[in-house]
């Protein structure tokens, strides 16, 4: 029993930076592992980075790593995701989500943010 709503997308020029928020409500949020996915037009919906919520446990795409970070902030049960050297193929509709950590299926999702990067 997660909700998840994302925010913070928008217009961004190549090389800047864009933090995106994804804000949870949910008694149980320990049991679950929330990741950051995107999804191009034409392209699959991939996994960008994903954090356990109750450990701080934390795994990074290659792509990702190095100019992505995840934060938390756990008294306002939102979920962060920092972007830095954003390129154009950044691109994307940008998705939070969640599966309880005895699982491998992601079964909650947000609606998604834009995020746009200009050449």
């Known amino acids: 029993q997660v909700q998840l709503v994302e925010s913070g997308g928008g217009l961004v020029q190549a090389g800047g930076s864009m933090r995106l928020s994804c804000a949870l409500s949910g008694r149980t949020l320990g049991n679950y592992v929330i990741g950051w996915f995107r999804q191009a037009p034409g392209k699959e919906r991939d996994l960008i980075a994903a954090?356990?919520?109750?450990?701080?446990?934390?795994h990074y795409a290659d792509s990702a790593e190095g100019r992505f970070t995840l934060s938390r902030d756990k008294a306002g049960n939102t979920l962060y995701l920092q972007m830095n050297s954003l390129k154009s193929d950044d691109t994307a509709v940008y998705y939070c989500?969640?599966?309880?950590?005895?699982?491998?299926?992601?079964?909650?999702w947000g609606q998604g943010t834009q995020v746009t990067v200009s050449s």
């Open positions: 989500a969640a599966r309880h950590f005895t699982t491998n299926q992601y079964t909650n």
């Open positions: 954090i356990r919520w109750g450990t701080t446990a934390t």
